[in-house]
T-cell receptor, first 114, second 111 residues
Framework: KAGVTQTPRYLIKTRGQQVTLSCSPI?????VSWYQQTPGQGLQFLFE???????NKGNFPGRFSGRQFSNSRSEMNVSTLELGDSALYLC?????????????FGEGSRLTVL | QKEVEQNSGPLSVPEGAIASLNCTYS??????FFWYRQYSGKSPELIMS????GDKEDGRFTAQLNKASQYVSLLIRDSQPSDSATYLC???????????FGGGTRLMVKP
């Protein structure tokens, strides 16, 4: 069974640009969460989607947004990139009927903002 | 004060010893508690979850929860070099997957 797939794995952008990251959850998983990981702040929750609806949102500015499609695939978008947005962005999915918090993480998309 | 606190380490233990990793949390409404392991350059993977006070054992791993003291710990028995990783403590208060993570403790198991 394929794991959580994130694309692209690495990308470099410049300040002011925008970026879209994609996540395909494990087949049958309908909940998708996004986390940002940086050396200074650690892992921080961005948002969670379930059945195309945002279920929770973390404490990030409105430049960070996301969506989920009917096939459970999810995208997150960051507009007007800042240097501080450089991070590893992790997507995680949870199986239907699974216990909340017991997540399967993808390998992440590493964003560098210059 | 961070919501979930962990000693960043590194915690160094000899092979075969017991590694003890600790975590405290500030939100008394926290309901569920997790330990994730993250190897360098890899993504986190769940190794233990615990929901009620007491101990929960799974192989060489034992998670301990004390809600009154707002304290979670992970014991790794017979530590192996392959256990060398960063261990992340995470908590959640609700039904969703909004986890609050600690900064992680780096464990080094020396052969």
């Amino acid at each position: 069974k394929a794991g959580v797939t994130q694309t692209p794995r690495y990308l470099i952008k410049t300040r002011g640009q925008q970026v879209t990251l994609s996540c395909s959850p494990i087949s049958g998983h309908r909940s998708v969460s996004w986390y940002q990981q940086t050396p200074g702040q650690g892992l921080q929750f961005l948002f969670e989607y379930f059945s195309e609806t945002q279920r929770n949102k973390g404490n990030f500015p409105g430049r960070f947004s996301g969506r989920q499609f009917s096939n459970s695939r999810s995208e997150m978008n960051v507009s007007t990139l800042e240097l501080g947005d450089s991070a590893l962005y992790l997507c995680a999915s949870m199986p239907q009927g699974g216990s909340p918090g017991e997540l399967f993480f993808g390998e992440g998309s590493r964003l560098t903002v210059l | 004060q961070k919501e979930v606190e962990q000693n960043s380490g590194p915690l160094s233990v000899p092979e075969g010893a017991i590694a003890s990793l600790n975590c405290t949390y500030s939100d008394r409404g926290s309901q569920s508690f997790f330990w994730y392991r993250q190897y360098s350059g890899k993504s986190p993977e769940l190794i233990m979850s615990i929901y009620s006070n007491g101990d929960k054992e799974d192989g060489r791993f034992t998670a301990q929860l004390n809600k009154a003291s707002q304290y979670v710990s992970l014991l790794i028995r017979d530590s192996q070099p392959s256990d060398s990783a960063t261990y992340l403590c995470a908590v959640t208060r609700g039904a969703g997957n909004m986890l609050t993570f600690g900064g992680g403790t780096r464990l080094m198991v020396k052969p």
